[in-house]
């Protein structure tokens, strides 16, 4: 099973709202990454976070808040977003450790996200 | 310079014919992986295929198979009868050795298979 679910599949929101995104797996994986992805772009990296501790951040602006409450689970916080954060976050998770240029990732089906 | 590189950014394809999709890579690490990913217009990522830079044959899955040629520094993606459900969106990627967990994404190229 090489499932990644995420939750809400759209979500339409304000600029003042705040709203989080959910993404889970069940396989056990102990890296897990958030991607956003533009419109005929391919994904850009946000987080990663490994055995549960955030390992990477893309210089992405604070309005955007990731939190792994567990080895399952991946949030990720959005606040005071701008129209130009609309798009699709698409959520991925891998084994980790080990030999890494062969951990592959498995994604989730996305969040489509559109900021008025 | 780009370091994965796909210079197809759209292709049409017969229903039942094969198909290549290509991928340049630029790397000066001995260790890497390169992978294949396809994107239906529902947006979720799905993964298809698995290159490792030391495997000496070419990885196969199903109807999909990989043309791996690493002194041309290639790894073009083969899809063999082609269907209509192979329309997507198809990325080629790359992890490197002494790059963490980061996984580097090409342009895309979009296959659109006529019945």
């Known amino acids: 099973d090489t499932e990644v679910t995420q939750t809400p599949k759209h979500l339409v929101m304000g600029m003042t709202n705040k709203k989080s995104l959910k993404c889970e797996q069940h396989m056990g994986h102990r890296a897990m990454y958030w991607y956003k992805q533009k419109a005929k772009k391919p994904p850009e990296l946000m987080f990663v976070y490994s055995y549960e501790k955030l390992s990477i951040n893309e210089s992405v602006p604070s309005r955007f808040s990731p939190e792994c409450p567990n080895s399952s689970l991946l949030n990720l916080h959005l606040h005071a977003l701008q129209p130009e954060d609309s798009a699709l976050y698409l959520c991925?998770?891998?084994?980790?450790?080990?030999?890494?240029?062969?951990?592959?990732?498995?994604f989730g089906p996305g969040t489509r996200l559109t900021v008025l | 310079a780009q370091k994965i590189t796909q210079t197809q950014p759209g292709m049409f394809v017969q229903e039942k014919e094969a198909v290549t999709l290509d991928c340049t890579y630029d790397?000066?690490?001995?260790?890497?992986?390169l992978f294949w990913y396809k994107q239906p217009s529902s947006g979720e990522m799905i993964f298809l295929i698995y290159?490792?830079?030391?495997?000496?044959q070419n990885a196969t899955e199903g109807r999909y198979s990989l043309n791996f040629q690493k002194a041309r520094k290639s790894a073009n993606l083969v899809i063999s009868a082609s269907q209509l459900g192979d329309s997507a969106m198809y990325f080629c990627a790359m992890r490197e050795g002494n790059a963490g967990n980061m996984l580097t994404f090409g342009g895309g190229t979009r296959l659109m298979v006529k019945p």
């Open positions: 790397t000066s690490d001995q260790s890497y992986g």
């Open positions: 290159q490792g830079s030391y495997d000496e």
């Open positions: 991925a998770s891998s084994r980790g450790g080990g030999v890494e240029y062969t951990d592959t990732q498995y």
